[in-house]
């Protein structure tokens, strides 16, 4: 097995770190992971302005909670018709 000096083992630690936090901050665009865009179309002037395009029922309308059927558990993802997501219950 190789050995390697401590300070060596501490540079490609502090590297490691580094490179799984990268990809983990572009996910979520900040550190408070809000996903927000800042300086898009969509800002405290034009946000009244938006309106429902489309709804996608994912559970019957029952009134009631029923064993997480439907709760949508991620971000939807669209790619061109097709809607993408996971839900509680698989």
Known sequence: MLSFPPMKRWQGFALL????????????IDLLNTRSF???????ETVS????KWVYQTAPDTGTASNAQGSISSTPAVDGRYLYFN????
């Open 38 to 44: 800042q300086g898009g179309p969509i800002n405290n």
């Open 17 to 28: 770190l580094l490179t799984i936090q990268v990809p983990a901050f572009a996910e979520g």
């Open 49 to 52: 302005q938006l309106r429902v």
């Open 87 to 90: 839900d509680m219950s698989g």
